[in-house]
Each structure stands twice: as C-alpha cells, then as structure tokens.
C-alpha cells in the first residue's frame, strides 16, 4: 500500500516550483499556438517521469490531445514501438466505442508493420517520418498536441529518429514535445536525442536531487516518530536526496517486516519517482521510525531488483565491476579492480565508462557510488557465495598493492577459510595493528585466523594472541584459547606469556586457585630468569586476592624460592618481582613508618619506567601505585596512575581497567569527587563490556558508590549496586573487600546501620585475613562510626584508640586524620575537640582535601555543640566552601544546614560559586549537545565516548536539573550558569 503524502489540499511536488512553471509555461505557450520541446535530464530517480505526469494532467485540463509512450529496454529491438504506444494512446482520450485513428488506421498499420528503409540511408526515411508527422496531427485535428515520451533512452532508433524529425518542426506547429532522458553512452541513440533536447526549441529542466529541509519534512508526515530529524539525516546520507530512492526507503519502512503489507510493495523504483515527484509515503511505518534503521546496511528489495535490472542492460563487464566496487566502497586505483573483477584494462575501462554515463557511479579521483544506498543494492545483489570469492581476491590485490594490514583483513573477514598460511600472516599483522587501539577488532582477525586454519607451526601463536586480545572482551573464551595454547608452546619466553596471561584469564573469572596452580607450575619448569620475573610478580598478586590462592602459593612457595635461588646463582638478569609487591603490602598491613613505605613503592615505579620487559611487573607497579595513595602522597599517585594506564596501552598490556579504578579513588581523596565519578563508571561500563561481569567489575562499582555518596546521590549508588545483584553479594575475594566497604558506608547513610555495620566488620576481617592491606591504617574507621551509631560505644572506643596508636606510628596525614576524626564522637567532649583540632593542624596544606572538607565539618560542629559559636561558624563555613568545591554536594548541604541554625549565610554568596546542582564539565557537554537534538550515538560519536557514559552524564544532568524529557533542557540549561562563569 503507497499513500501519497501530498493528497489533499496542499498536493502538489516537493521543491519543484522552477520546474511546474516552467511547464505552466510551455502549456501556456502552446495555447497561444506557440510549439516547443521540453527536456527533462537527470539520472534515474529525480523525478522526471512525475513531472511529465503533471505535464499530461495539466494538458488534459486543457483539453489537449496527449499522446504518450516510455521507453523500455525489453522492447528497444521492436521498431516503432514508441511511436506505436503514441498511437495507442489515442484511445485513452477518445469516446467508449469509437475509433480515434479513424481513416488513418491502415495508414497507421502499413507503416508500423511494413519495411522499413535501411539505417545507412537517410534519404529513405524521409516519406516514413513525413507521413507518421501527418497521421498524427490529423488525430489531433483542430486541438492543441501534446507528444510525452518517457524514459526516451530507452526507445527503438526508428521511433527516436522520428522524435529527432518532430523536434526540427514543432516551432510553427501547435505542438508540445516532451521528453524524459537518462545520461546514456555514445552511439546512434544518444546522437538522435541529443538533436532533441540541443534544439533552440529546447527548454530543458534538470530536477536536483532534494535537500535535507524537504526530508525532515517527508520523514515527519509519514514515518514520524520521536526524532525525525535525525531520520531525515539518515535517510539524506543514504540516498543524497534522490526522490526514488527516497521513496524505496520510505515504502520498505512502510511494507516491510510488522507492516499490514507485509509482503512488500511490487512497484519497482523505476516505475514512479519519490517525494520530489507525489512520492509515496510509509504510513505503516513504526512510529520510532523502525524501518528506517541500518539505512547503510539494508537496501529496500524494489531498489535491489531495479539495480540489477539497470546494470544488466548495461555492457557486460559492467555488473562485475560494479560488484567490485561496491566492495571496495572507494576506489583510488582502478589497477585493483580490474585485478579483482578479472577484467582486461580495455574491459576495465568499457564497462566504466558504461557505469559513469548511467551516473551509477562518480567520475573522480576517488570512484564511488552516486548515492551510498545504490552501493548497498548492489552489495544485496550479489550472492554470498560470490562475495566471498570476491573478498578473497579483493584481499589478495590489496596485499600486493602493499595496503595497510587491516585493510586487507577487514576482507579476509569475509572472505571463506581455505587454509591459506598468507591468509594467517595478513591477519596476524592486522591484529598487531589493531592491538594499540585495545579495541575488539584485534579479536576479530585472530578468531578469523584460527578459522583459516593455521598450519600446525602458526597455531600456538595464533592461540596464544587471540586469548591475550580476549582478556579485553571475554575472559572465558581467553582461557579456553591460552590453555590450548600453552599445551602447545614450547619456548620459555613464549610459555612464560602465555602462562601469565591465562592465570589472569582465570582470576578475572574468580578462578584463584586456578590461576596459582599454573603460574606456580609454569616457574618451576624455566629457566630463564627473564621468563620467570614477571610470573612470579603475577602470582604475588593473584595469590592475595582470595584466602585459597594465599594458602596455595604458601604451598608451593618452599618449590619456587629453591628454584628462583638457583636461577639467579646462574643468571645475572633482573630479579624477580612478585617479593616486591608482597614486601609493600606487608609494610602496610604492619603499619611500617608511611615515608619508608613511600620511598619503596617510589623507588618500584621508577623502576618499572622502561619497556616492561626490562622492569617490575605491573602487578608490583599497580601496588607501588596503591601504596602511594596509602602513604598520602596523593599527587605522585595521580602521576602514577596515569602513567602506568598511558603505558599499558602503548605497549598492548591489559591491567583490567584497574588503572582506572585506582585512579577514580585518587582523584576521590583529591577532592575531585566528579572525576572519580566518572572514571569508575567508565571502568564499570567498560568491565562489562568484556562479556561475562568480571572480578573488577565489584571493586568498579564500589568505587562509584563511594563517589556517589558524597555527592549524596544514594538512590543512585543503591541502583549501581541493585542493577548488578551486588547489594546481597558474598564472597572473600579481594574484590568484596572494596564492595564491602563501599555498601556498608551506603547502608550507614541509609539509615541502616545493623547491615552497614555487618558489612564493615565483614570487610575488615577480610582485609586481614588476605594481607591486601586495602587502605591499611585507617581503611576501615568507618567501623568506629558504625558502633557507636549503633550504641556500642565502648567498642568503638577500644577499636578508635587501637586504630589511633597505629595511625600515630604509620605518620600519614590523611590517615591518621580520618582515625581523629571518627573517634572523636566516641570519647568525651573535651578530648574529641582535642582530636579533633589535632586533625585539622594534620591536614593543614594536605593534597587530600575531601578528608579536610569532612573534618572541618566535624570539628565545626563539635563545636557548636559545646556552645563555641564564634569558632564553629568559621569551620563550618570553611567545610562548606570546601565540600562545593570538591562537588561533595551532601556534606555542602550539613555544612550550610548548620549554618543555617546560627543564622549564619553560607560565605561566598557574594560570589557566583557552582551551586551543589550544578553540572560537571562532562555533563555539561553531553546535556548541550542532547538540547540540540543530537541522538545520544551521535554524542558519543562526537565526544569520542561510549553511548552508555553519555546515558550515565544525561541521567545526571536530568537529575541535576530537575528535568525528564530531552525538550526540557535547552530552557533548564539557559538557567544554569555554565561552570566556570
């Protein structure tokens, strides 16, 4: 079913009113008694035959004799047919029952069906085409002659020599000739119609193609839907604005898959031009605009078969080289496809020619499609099986040509396997090239290459490279590929990679012991020290993250220290590293003085600067980094951080977007609670991401809950924790650790303090039983808070002073003044202010200014209890202006309430300081581009994120600004000053 959206009392041809008067014009003329031609050129589509539809109704209104024919292909061998449709049409304006040709009917049949003169002669014409000119003005009689022929390429010669006759004569006649023509290739055809539309006769009208303004309009009659300017869009870049591929797209959404006509509509695109021409409408259509998804990967079926029909009428070589270049997309060197298509240059350059003259394709220094969408039909019309064939060649050419590898891989992927070792190497060399990016395509060539398949000697590398790439994207399937691989490895510095990488495979899924079990067995069976280093440096780390794998590597950590003593008497590489992480953590889960824990973790990193090869692993780097976040050197830690991220991907190694996380607690002690927002829900998102949730994805998702509470957002952080099935979640993973944390604090400030505490003293326990030592002193004082909250406050003395001599002996800031601060409420008035004046000199110039915004808070608000009015409300008013600055928007807010009840306003109201709604940069950025129009992939797209951070920025900025819907927000943003003002 076609509906045409311009029925009713505003019909008529979207931008075409150059063209309609044109036409009103000629007719007019010919009232006059003034003849003439009109010649509409455009290739196929542009809505010629609509606008001599428009011509024929507007000349019948006039009561005009119209004759009309088209051309076709099929029938060009039929000589005269053109001029036979003429004729027949005559009945179409003649009374039921009489004979329109009258006395000229055996005229009419001798002509068209006796001899016709030789083509070499056109002398011998002259009778034929004089007497066909009278017959048909005498059917005209006394009325004005319209002659409209349609798709003229197409007509015999005999018929197109006729029309090239009338046009010399139709400017003293009261005649009206009117033709439609395609571009077409030189020879007897071309030169007949180009006497017609050449003629000074001639008014000759080029329709263009239509703009984006009139598709909006086209999309939002018909498909409608949420965002019709971004269909519009769409839909503009797939067909460049031709209304018959407009109008296929449209019908397609209209009759395509869940539509009423659900068998499609049989009306090829040739039949009718689109919008531009009373195109057809999908009123079916879903109202999101369904059909019109994927335009780039989907061409409507009609299109396809008017593809096909157009390209076999072409010369032969030109369908295949048409294949080819729908394949390749664009086309620098034609040498390619000719080696492709298997064509010779002279056939190469026919068949071209054939193509550029039937404007299918574009002239250029880069060939390409006319519109993207015909490259799409002709892609769907060539079979699987032939596309295959033709990748296979098209990455055979490219790989001569010396194309880059991904190039040449990307048609591998489609090409079938045939057990080709170039085939194996040109996908290897591509995944090398893909590995830097640490995106999924590296992935893709491997699994490719491992269908091929490799030949016996090629398959431990292509195993053992395909599971590292998947350690990005499913740590299942990576374990699987590096136990096959390492089966089948032999050399030791090989072996001792593939080990390393697939005991990381096994933690990500939990798999400890696992894990400890082959990185232990793997050093015990080399020798090279080299190979060794960075195996034992994984296993240090693995073995803490659960009580099993400690207890494992303790069991084989008599074994590994003989071994390692005997390699290094023989060797005189780098020493192992696995004995400096444990050397760190033990210094911090004893409480050892914080400058010398700092000057070891310092002196790792250094250490780990050059090619990881020659330094400590980034297991040790990774907790050299913690420990200086420990120790609060907040700023090196930043550094580190960074670095160390910045560094595994330069160089291809996977840290688990562990980097992130620790960077999001950084900047979280920093006070920058925004950034550590969105640095743990980028590790979060990016941890699933990686098919089954993997063991970083709790220690992610808790460190987004501690950001999100202090900026108060606890619904939030409760649905972060809910939306994974982590708000009941057990375990004795070092990743429960964090998780226990992060969900006992969300539970106290829920009002839940039976749980909260649970969760704590859970945690605590775990940090000491696994020696991660997560925060050493001071990680777990919130425990302190959550006893005395729940009337144990003699426990929570006994634990605050037991937590206070190790702070006191640690000597880190920040540390020790967490411990004041959250056993000051536990012990009398006097010695808390004590504590608490101690905590704040403490953290006087401190990096950690979250921690200072909160003690400010405390010790404001003791006292005001003690009555010390003067003094509380400077504090106060220091903790408010901090915590805005900080974006610790819930304790800006306690801060200012206090405030409030000494009648006291906030400082800094004389200056325009960002209000605790206020949007973050990043959410500024997301929410301006969503207020004007742009879809959020088209933001991702811009802002180089994922679609998911730009929901999690949106749902902010909603939340933030009070608003639900994407019309809201230009005028709530207008309200908001921009950061920074």
């Known amino acids: 079913?076609?509906?045409?959206?311009?029925?009713?009392?505003?019909?008529?041809?979207?931008?075409?009113?150059?063209?309609?008067?044109?036409?009103?014009?000629?007719?007019?003329?010919?009232?006059?008694?003034?003849?003439?031609?009109?010649?509409?050129?455009?290739?196929?589509?542009?809505?010629?035959?609509?606008?001599?539809?428009?011509?024929?109704?507007?000349?019948?209104?006039?009561?005009?004799?119209?004759?009309?024919?088209?051309?076709?292909?099929?029938?060009?061998?039929?000589?005269?047919?053109?001029?036979?449709?003429?004729?027949?049409?005559?009945?179409?304006?003649?009374?039921?029952?009489?004979?329109?040709?009258?006395?000229?009917?055996?005229?009419?049949?001798?002509?068209?069906?006796?001899?016709?003169?030789?083509?070499?002669?056109?002398?011998?014409?002259?009778?034929?085409?004089?007497?066909?000119?009278?017959?048909?003005?005498?059917?005209?009689?006394?009325?004005?002659?319209?002659?409209?022929?349609?798709?003229?390429?197409?007509?015999?010669?005999?018929?197109?020599?006729?029309?090239?006759?009338?046009?010399?004569?139709?400017?003293?006649?009261?005649?009206?000739?009117?033709?439609?023509?395609?571009?077409?290739?030189?020879?007897?055809?071309?030169?007949?119609?180009?006497?017609?539309?050449?003629?000074?006769?001639?008014?000759?009208?080029?329709?263009?193609?239509?703009?984006?303004?009139?598709?909006?309009?086209?999309?939002?009659?018909?498909?409608?839907?949420?965002?019709?300017?971004?269909?519009?869009?769409?839909?503009?870049?797939?067909?460049?604005?031709?209304?018959?591929?407009?109008?296929?797209?449209?019908?397609?959404?209209?009759?395509?898959?869940?539509?009423?006509?659900?068998?499609?509509?049989?009306?090829?695109?040739?039949?009718?031009?689109?919008?531009?021409?009373?195109?057809?409408?999908?009123?079916?259509?879903?109202?999101?605009?369904?059909?019109?998804?994927?335009?780039?990967?989907?061409?409507?079926?009609?299109?396809?078969?008017?593809?096909?029909?157009?390209?076999?009428?072409?010369?032969?070589?030109?369908?295949?080289?048409?294949?080819?270049?729908?394949?390749?997309?664009?086309?620098?060197?034609?040498?390619?496809?000719?080696?492709?298509?298997?064509?010779?240059?002279?056939?190469?350059?026919?068949?071209?020619?054939?193509?550029?003259?039937?404007?299918?394709?574009?002239?250029?220094?880069?060939?390409?499609?006319?519109?993207?969408?015909?490259?799409?039909?002709?892609?769907?019309?060539?079979?699987?099986?032939?596309?295959?064939?033709?990748?296979?060649?098209?990455?055979?050419?490219?790989?001569a040509a010396g194309a880059p590898p991904e190039q040449v891989a990307g048609h591998l992927l489609k090409a079938p396997p045939q057990g080709d070792r170039r085939t194996v190497r040109s996908l290897l060399d591509a995944a090398a090239a893909a590995t830097g990016r640490c995106g999924p395509d590296a992935v893709r060539y491997l699994r490719r290459a491992l269908r091929e398949p490799p030949a016996g000697h090629d398959l431990p590398a292509v195993l053992s490279r395909l599971g590292a790439a998947e350690l990005s994207v499913d740590h299942e399937e990576a374990a699987v590929h590096l136990r096959e691989a390492l089966e089948q490895t032999s050399a030791p510095d090989a072996r001792s990679a593939v080990a390393r990488d697939l005991a990381w495979a096994l933690a990500l899924g939990s798999r400890f012991e696992e894990a400890v079990t082959v990185l232990a067995g793997t050093i015990v069976e080399l020798d090279e020290a080299d190979a060794v280093a960075h195996l034992d440096d994984a296993l240090s780390c693995i073995a803490r993250l659960s009580p099993g794998a400690r207890d494992l590597r303790r069991h084989h950590l008599t074994g590994i220290r003989r071994h390692l003593d005997r390699i290094r008497e023989r060797a005189t590489g780098p020493s192992t590293d696995g004995f400096v992480g444990d050397a760190l953590l033990d210094l911090l889960r004893n409480g050892t003085d914080a400058t010398q824990v700092a000057d070891l973790a310092a002196d790792t990193l250094r250490r780990a600067e050059p090619a990881a090869e020659h330094g400590v692993g980034w297991g040790a780097a990774l907790t050299a980094a913690w420990s200086l976040v420990v120790c609060d050197r907040l700023p090196e830690a930043r550094r580190a951080a960074r670095t160390l991220g910045d560094a595994s991907r330069r160089r291809g190694v996977n840290l688990f977007h562990l980097d992130q996380c620790l960077q999001a607690y950084v900047e979280l002690q920093l006070g920058q609670v925004s950034a550590a927002a969105e640095l743990a829900a980028g590790a979060l998102e990016a941890s699933e991401s990686e098919g089954s949730p993997s063991v970083v994805q709790p220690v992610a998702a808790a460190a987004l809950v501690e950001a999100l509470i202090e900026q108060g957002d606890l619904e939030p952080a409760g649905a972060a924790l809910s939306a994974r099935e982590l708000l009941d979640a057990d375990g004795d993973t070092f990743a429960h650790l964090f998780l226990l944390r992060a969900r006992g604090r969300l539970r106290l400030e829920l009002g839940h303090p039976g749980e909260g505490l649970a969760d704590l003293v859970k945690g605590r326990r775990l940090d000491a039983e696994l020696g991660l030592a997560a925060e050493a002193v001071g990680a777990w004082a919130p425990v302190i808070t959550a006893l005395h909250g729940s009337g144990r406050a003699e426990d929570a003395r006994e634990l605050g002073e037991e937590e206070l001599a190790r702070a006191h002996a640690f000597g880190a800031a920040r540390p020790l003044a967490v411990v004041l601060r959250t056993l000051a409420p536990a012990v009398p008035a006097d010695r808390g202010l004590r504590l608490l004046e101690e905590a704040v000199d403490v953290l006087d110039g401190s990096s950690a200014l979250l921690e200072r915004a909160h003690t400010l808070y405390t010790y404001g608000s003791v006292l005001l209890r003690a009555g010390k009015t003067s003094a509380a409300r400077e504090q106060l008013h220091l903790a408010a202006e901090l915590a805005g600055d900080c974006e610790a928007y819930a304790l800006h807010r306690r801060a200012c309430e206090e405030l409030r009840s000494l009648d006291a306003p906030a400082r800094g109201q004389g200056r325009r300081k960002r209000a605790p709604s206020a949007l973050t940069p990043a959410e500024r950025r997301v929410a301006d581009l969503a207020a004007r129009g742009l879809s959020n992939r088209d933001i991702a797209q811009t802002l180089f994120v994922t679609v998911k951070t730009v929901e999690w920025h949106l749902t902010q900025a909603y939340r933030k600004l009070r608003v639900t819907s994407r019309e809201s927000l230009p005028g709530a943003l207008d309200a908001v000053t921009p950061e920074g003002s």
């Open 1 to 399: 079913m076609i509906i045409n959206a311009w029925d009713g009392p505003r019909a008529g041809l979207l931008e075409r009113q150059a063209e309609i008067s044109e036409i009103e014009r000629k007719l007019d003329d010919l009232s006059d008694g003034i003849g003439g031609i009109l010649a509409v050129e455009g290739t196929a589509g542009t809505g010629k035959s609509s606008l001599l539809h428009l011509l024929q109704t507007r000349a019948v209104d006039k009561k005009f004799l119209v004759l009309h024919a088209r051309g076709n292909e099929f029938e060009a061998s039929f000589a005269l047919g053109a001029v036979a449709q003429l004729v027949e049409s005559a009945d179409d304006d003649a009374p039921a029952g009489s004979r329109p040709a009258g006395p000229h009917g055996s005229r009419i049949a001798h002509l068209l069906h006796g001899k016709l003169p030789d083509e070499a002669h056109a002398a011998g014409w002259h009778p034929l085409l004089y007497e066909l000119h009278r017959i048909l003005l005498g059917l005209a009689g006394d009325r004005r002659l319209v002659i409209v022929v349609d798709d003229a390429q197409w007509a015999d010669l005999p018929s197109l020599r006729f029309l090239s006759y009338l046009a010399a004569r139709v400017g003293g006649s009261h005649m009206v000739l009117a033709v439609a023509v395609e571009p077409c290739g030189p020879g007897p055809a071309a030169d007949l119609l180009g006497a017609v539309v050449t003629s000074f006769e001639s008014t000759v009208l080029r329709p263009a193609p239509l703009s984006l303004r009139a598709l909006e309009q086209v999309v939002a009659e018909t498909v409608g839907g949420p965002d019709p300017a971004a269909l519009a869009e769409s839909l503009f870049e797939a067909t460049h604005g031709n209304p018959m591929l407009v109008r296929a797209v449209l019908d397609e959404a209209a009759t395509g898959p869940g539509s009423p006509d659900g068998l499609g509509n049989p009306t090829g695109p040739g039949s009718s031009a689109g919008p531009g021409s009373h195109a057809g409408a999908a009123s079916s259509a879903s109202p999101a605009g369904g059909g019109l998804d994927g335009l780039s990967d989907h061409a409507p079926r009609s299109l396809v078969r008017w593809v096909v029909r157009k390209l076999r009428s072409l010369p032969d070589p030109s369908f295949e080289l048409a294949q080819t270049v729908a394949l390749l997309g664009h086309v620098t060197d034609p040498r390619i496809v000719e080696d492709i298509a298997c064509l010779s240059p002279a056939g190469a350059e026919k068949a071209l020619a054939a193509l550029i003259d039937a404007e299918i394709l574009v002239d250029g220094p880069v060939l390409r499609f006319a519109q993207p969408l015909l490259r799409t039909a002709v892609q769907h019309s060539t079979p699987l099986l032939t596309r295959g064939r033709l990748h296979a060649r098209a990455a055979r050419a490219l790989a």
